[in-house]
């Protein structure tokens, strides 16, 4: 359901069609953990974020600890 909701309002932020933006969007949600990436999504919408490397600098904050250990 949020996850519609972004895809929306990012249709809507795009130029074109949004195809690579979708096709970012979709690797993001296939490449990390499903809850680090709703986590994400849910924080992108509630601040109107939809610059794909940020959403993505978002989810690897939450993952940090999982998969990397400094």
């Known amino acids: 359901a949020?996850?519609?909701a972004y895809l929306v309002q990012l249709k809507?932020?795009?130029?074109?069609?949004g195809t690579c933006?979708?096709?970012q969007l979709l690797n993001l949600k296939q490449?990390?953990?499903l809850s680090?990436?709703?986590s994400a999504i849910e924080q992108a919408a509630r601040y109107g974020l939809y610059d794909m490397k940020r959403v993505e600098t978002m989810?690897?904050?939450l993952v940090r600890s999982d998969?990397?250990?400094l």
Do not use: Q
Not at 12 to 17: A, L, M, Q, T
């Open 2 to 4: 949020i996850l519609d």
């Open 21 to 23: 933006t979708f096709k």
């Open 67 to 69: 998969f990397f250990n």
């Open 36 to 38: 680090a990436f709703t």
């Open 31 to 33: 490449l990390y953990p």
């Open 12 to 17: 809507s932020h795009v130029r074109g069609r």
């Open 59 to 61: 989810i690897l904050r």
